[in-house]
Protein backbone atom coordinates (compact mmCIF):
# COMPACT_ATOMS: atom_id res chain seq x y z
CA UNK A 1 0.00 0.00 0.00
CA UNK A 2 1.54 3.36 -0.94
CA UNK A 3 1.99 5.21 2.42
CA UNK A 4 0.43 8.38 0.57
CA UNK A 5 -2.72 6.49 0.40
CA UNK A 6 -2.73 4.87 3.75
CA UNK A 7 -1.92 8.40 5.41
CA UNK A 8 -5.79 9.42 3.53
CA UNK A 9 -7.55 6.15 4.26
CA UNK A 10 -6.02 5.50 8.00
CA UNK A 11 -8.78 5.48 10.58
CA UNK A 12 -9.19 4.53 13.97
CA UNK A 13 -11.57 1.22 14.45
CA UNK A 14 -14.00 1.72 17.28
CA UNK A 15 -16.52 -1.23 16.28
CA UNK A 16 -15.25 -4.50 16.32
CA UNK A 17 -16.77 -7.62 14.52
CA UNK A 18 -17.52 -9.57 17.40
CA UNK A 19 -15.33 -12.43 16.25
CA UNK A 20 -12.14 -13.69 17.46
CA UNK A 21 -9.11 -13.10 15.87
CA UNK A 22 -8.67 -16.32 13.68
CA UNK A 23 -5.67 -18.82 14.36
CA UNK A 24 -3.62 -18.19 11.31
CA UNK A 25 -3.97 -14.47 11.75
CA UNK A 26 -2.56 -14.84 15.31
CA UNK A 27 0.12 -16.14 14.33
CA UNK A 28 0.52 -13.67 11.51
CA UNK A 29 0.15 -11.07 14.31
CA UNK A 30 2.72 -12.77 16.71
CA UNK A 31 5.54 -12.55 13.77
CA UNK A 32 4.80 -8.83 13.09
CA UNK A 33 4.67 -7.93 16.74
CA UNK A 34 8.03 -10.00 17.24
CA UNK A 35 9.15 -8.11 14.60
CA UNK A 36 8.44 -4.67 15.95
CA UNK A 37 9.89 -5.65 19.77
CA UNK A 38 13.42 -6.55 17.51
CA UNK A 39 13.37 -2.07 17.05
CA UNK A 40 11.09 -0.60 19.87
CA UNK A 41 13.07 -2.61 22.77
CA UNK A 42 16.21 -0.65 21.67
CA UNK A 43 14.02 2.29 23.54
CA UNK A 44 12.93 0.30 26.45
CA UNK A 45 9.41 -0.29 24.77
CA UNK A 46 7.89 -4.38 24.64
CA UNK A 47 4.69 -4.99 23.13
CA UNK A 48 2.65 -8.17 23.95
CA UNK A 49 -0.90 -9.42 23.04
CA UNK A 50 -3.47 -10.39 24.63
CA UNK A 51 -6.40 -12.30 22.82
CA UNK A 52 -8.84 -12.83 25.91
CA UNK A 53 -10.32 -9.32 25.09
CA UNK A 54 -13.12 -9.71 26.84
CA UNK A 55 -11.09 -10.35 30.38
CA UNK A 56 -9.50 -7.05 29.36
CA UNK A 57 -12.63 -5.08 29.39
CA UNK A 58 -14.42 -6.76 32.33
CA UNK A 59 -11.01 -5.43 33.96
CA UNK A 60 -10.42 -1.81 32.27
CA UNK A 61 -14.13 -0.94 32.17
CA UNK A 62 -14.25 3.03 33.26
CA UNK A 63 -10.82 2.75 33.51
CA UNK A 64 -9.35 4.24 30.17
CA UNK A 65 -10.57 3.96 26.93
CA UNK A 66 -10.82 5.98 23.82
CA UNK A 67 -12.04 9.66 24.88
CA UNK A 68 -12.48 8.07 28.11
CA UNK A 69 -15.15 5.32 27.25
CA UNK A 70 -13.54 1.50 26.61
CA UNK A 71 -13.44 -0.13 23.24
CA UNK A 72 -14.62 -3.26 23.42
CA UNK A 73 -12.08 -5.79 21.07
CA UNK A 74 -11.22 -8.63 20.57
CA UNK A 75 -7.64 -8.44 21.64
CA UNK A 76 -5.23 -5.94 22.67
CA UNK A 77 -1.63 -4.97 22.08
CA UNK A 78 -0.07 -3.60 25.50
CA UNK A 79 2.68 -0.97 25.14
CA UNK A 80 4.86 -1.86 27.61
CA UNK A 81 7.30 0.68 28.77
CA UNK A 82 10.22 -0.16 30.57
CA UNK A 83 11.86 2.89 31.28
CA UNK A 84 9.69 6.16 31.74
CA UNK A 85 11.78 8.68 29.79
CA UNK A 86 10.50 10.54 27.16
CA UNK A 87 12.21 8.86 24.72
CA UNK A 88 10.56 5.35 25.40
CA UNK A 89 7.11 6.93 25.14
CA UNK A 90 7.95 8.82 21.39
CA UNK A 91 9.80 5.42 20.17
CA UNK A 92 7.16 3.63 21.76
CA UNK A 93 4.60 5.46 19.63
CA UNK A 94 6.41 5.14 16.72
CA UNK A 95 6.69 1.10 16.76
CA UNK A 96 3.24 1.35 17.77
CA UNK A 97 2.35 3.17 14.80
CA UNK A 98 4.14 0.08 12.45
CA UNK A 99 2.20 -2.29 14.24
CA UNK A 100 -0.73 -0.42 12.93
CA UNK A 101 0.28 0.22 9.68
CA UNK A 102 1.39 -3.72 9.39
CA UNK A 103 -2.11 -5.09 11.46
CA UNK A 104 -3.88 -3.31 7.96
CA UNK A 105 -1.88 -5.46 5.84
CA UNK A 106 -3.51 -8.49 7.25
CA UNK A 107 -7.10 -7.27 7.47
CA UNK A 108 -7.20 -6.38 11.45
CA UNK A 109 -8.33 -2.53 12.57
CA UNK A 110 -7.24 -1.02 15.46
CA UNK A 111 -7.58 1.68 17.66
CA UNK A 112 -5.65 3.35 20.20
CA UNK A 113 -6.39 3.34 23.87
CA UNK A 114 -5.06 5.59 27.19
CA UNK A 115 -5.33 3.92 30.12
CA UNK A 116 -4.04 6.90 32.36
CA UNK A 117 -6.79 6.26 35.14
CA UNK A 118 -6.44 2.22 35.50
CA UNK A 119 -4.75 1.06 38.77
CA UNK A 120 -1.96 -0.88 38.81
CA UNK A 121 -3.54 -4.12 40.06
CA UNK A 122 -5.94 -3.63 37.66
CA UNK A 123 -3.68 -3.14 34.58
CA UNK A 124 -1.72 -6.52 36.40
CA UNK A 125 -4.69 -8.38 36.05
CA UNK A 126 -5.48 -6.99 32.46
CA UNK A 127 -1.88 -7.98 31.14
CA UNK A 128 -0.17 -10.47 33.13
CA UNK A 129 2.73 -10.03 31.49
CA UNK A 130 3.20 -6.59 32.12
CA UNK A 131 6.93 -5.65 33.85
CA UNK A 132 6.67 -1.53 33.26
CA UNK A 133 4.23 0.77 32.89
CA UNK A 134 1.15 0.62 30.70
CA UNK A 135 -0.56 4.02 30.10
CA UNK A 136 -1.56 2.97 26.62
CA UNK A 137 -2.72 -0.08 24.69
CA UNK A 138 -4.18 -1.11 20.95
CA UNK A 139 -7.79 -2.71 20.45
CA UNK A 140 -7.44 -4.46 17.50
CA UNK A 141 -9.51 -6.98 15.55
CA UNK A 142 -11.85 -7.67 12.39
CA UNK A 143 -13.32 -4.30 11.42
CA UNK A 144 -16.47 -3.86 9.69
CA UNK A 145 -16.61 -3.31 5.58
CA UNK A 146 -16.75 0.46 4.78
CA UNK A 147 -19.93 0.61 3.07
CA UNK A 148 -20.11 4.49 2.32
CA UNK A 149 -20.10 5.65 -1.99
CA UNK A 150 -17.52 8.16 -3.05
CA UNK A 151 -14.47 9.98 -0.94
CA UNK A 152 -14.17 9.26 2.43
CA UNK A 153 -14.88 12.51 4.66
CA UNK A 154 -11.88 13.67 6.73
CA UNK A 155 -11.43 15.21 10.30
CA UNK A 156 -10.51 19.10 9.96
CA UNK A 157 -6.77 19.26 9.46
CA UNK A 158 -4.92 22.64 9.31
CA UNK A 159 -2.95 24.12 6.47
CA UNK A 160 0.27 23.88 5.78
CA UNK A 161 1.20 27.41 6.74
CA UNK A 162 -0.36 26.71 10.09
CA UNK A 163 1.95 24.33 11.45
CA UNK A 164 5.25 25.09 9.17
CA UNK A 165 7.51 27.94 9.72
CA UNK A 166 10.14 28.87 7.83
CA UNK A 167 13.46 29.86 9.85
CA UNK A 168 11.59 31.27 13.20
CA UNK A 169 8.11 30.95 14.13
CA UNK A 170 7.17 34.43 13.01
CA UNK A 171 7.39 33.14 9.22
CA UNK A 172 4.59 30.69 8.20
CA UNK A 173 5.71 28.38 5.30
CA UNK A 174 5.12 29.61 1.76
CA UNK A 175 4.15 26.89 -0.73
CA UNK A 176 6.73 27.74 -3.23
CA UNK A 177 9.05 27.63 -0.61
CA UNK A 178 8.20 23.58 0.19
CA UNK A 179 8.06 23.02 -3.69
CA UNK A 180 11.58 24.24 -3.80
CA UNK A 181 12.69 21.98 -0.94
CA UNK A 182 10.41 19.13 -2.45
CA UNK A 183 9.02 18.88 0.85
CA UNK A 184 4.97 19.77 -0.48
CA UNK A 185 3.59 16.30 -1.13
CA UNK A 186 5.16 15.11 2.21
CA UNK A 187 3.60 17.60 4.37
CA UNK A 188 0.44 17.60 2.37
CA UNK A 189 -0.09 13.91 3.41
CA UNK A 190 1.59 14.21 7.16
CA UNK A 191 -1.36 16.65 7.85
CA UNK A 192 -3.05 13.33 8.06
CA UNK A 193 -0.88 11.84 10.91
CA UNK A 194 -3.64 10.79 13.69
CA UNK A 195 -3.20 12.67 17.47
CA UNK A 196 -4.90 12.98 20.41
CA UNK A 197 -8.27 14.93 20.59
CA UNK A 198 -7.09 15.58 16.50
CA UNK A 199 -5.10 18.48 18.01
CA UNK A 200 -2.74 18.10 15.70
CA UNK A 201 0.20 19.82 18.20
CA UNK A 202 3.13 19.33 16.12
CA UNK A 203 5.37 22.35 14.27
CA UNK A 204 7.83 22.12 12.18
CA UNK A 205 10.65 24.54 11.66
CA UNK A 206 12.60 24.35 8.38
CA UNK A 207 16.26 25.48 8.15
CA UNK A 208 18.39 24.95 5.72
CA UNK A 209 19.50 21.44 6.16
CA UNK A 210 17.16 20.44 8.96
CA UNK A 211 13.68 20.04 10.49
CA UNK A 212 12.65 20.68 13.55
CA UNK A 213 10.17 19.14 15.45
CA UNK A 214 8.11 21.08 18.65
CA UNK A 215 5.14 20.12 20.33
CA UNK A 216 3.04 23.38 21.06
CA UNK A 217 1.13 23.56 24.33
CA UNK A 218 2.70 20.67 25.61
CA UNK A 219 0.78 18.22 28.40
CA UNK A 220 2.55 14.91 29.49
CA UNK A 221 3.37 11.85 28.03
CA UNK A 222 -0.16 12.03 25.64
CA UNK A 223 1.85 14.58 23.28
CA UNK A 224 4.84 12.47 23.24
CA UNK A 225 2.85 10.31 21.88
CA UNK A 226 1.75 12.34 19.37
CA UNK A 227 5.35 12.98 18.67
CA UNK A 228 6.33 9.64 17.98
CA UNK A 229 3.52 9.40 15.33
CA UNK A 230 4.20 12.00 13.41
CA UNK A 231 7.95 11.25 13.38
CA UNK A 232 6.85 7.73 12.18
CA UNK A 233 4.64 9.11 9.31
CA UNK A 234 7.31 11.51 8.22
CA UNK A 235 10.14 9.13 8.09
CA UNK A 236 7.62 6.61 5.97
CA UNK A 237 6.86 9.33 3.59
CA UNK A 238 10.17 10.48 3.36
CA UNK A 239 11.11 7.22 2.54
CA UNK A 240 8.46 7.02 -0.28
CA UNK A 241 10.15 10.46 -1.69
CA UNK A 242 13.93 8.62 -1.81
CA UNK A 243 14.79 10.43 1.69
CA UNK A 244 16.47 8.34 4.57
CA UNK A 245 15.06 10.13 7.16
CA UNK A 246 17.05 10.45 10.20
CA UNK A 247 15.38 11.51 13.72
CA UNK A 248 18.09 13.19 16.45
CA UNK A 249 16.25 13.90 19.71
CA UNK A 250 19.12 16.52 20.67
CA UNK A 251 18.69 18.97 23.27
CA UNK A 252 17.85 22.53 22.15
CA UNK A 253 15.79 25.19 23.87
CA UNK A 254 11.97 25.55 23.81
CA UNK A 255 10.25 28.08 21.66
CA UNK A 256 7.61 29.78 24.10
CA UNK A 257 5.21 27.25 24.07
CA UNK A 258 6.61 24.90 22.05
CA UNK A 259 8.31 22.13 23.35
CA UNK A 260 11.62 21.17 21.50
CA UNK A 261 11.28 17.11 20.62
CA UNK A 262 14.02 16.45 18.19
CA UNK A 263 15.58 17.34 14.37
CA UNK A 264 15.03 15.15 11.05
CA UNK A 265 17.16 15.78 7.60
CA UNK A 266 15.61 16.22 4.53
Given at each position: ????????????????K?????????K?????????????????????????G?????????????????????A???????????????????????L??????????????????A???????????????????L????????????????????????????????????????????????????????????????????????V?????????????????????????????????????????P?????????????
Amino acid sequence: MLMANFMKTRKSIRDFKNKKIKSGDVKKLNSIISEVNSLAKLYSVDFHLEENGAEVVEVLKGKGGYAGTMILAPAYIAMDIENEVPEAYIYGAYYMEDLITKLQDIGLGSCWISLHNADEESMQKAFPDKTGKIEFALGIGYPYANLNIGEEKYSSRLGLEDFIYDGDFNTPIRIETLESYGLDDLFYYLRYAPSSKNLQPWRFLITDSEVELYIENFDGHENYVDAGIVMYYYTKLAEASGIRAKWNLDEKPDAGNKKYIGTVNF
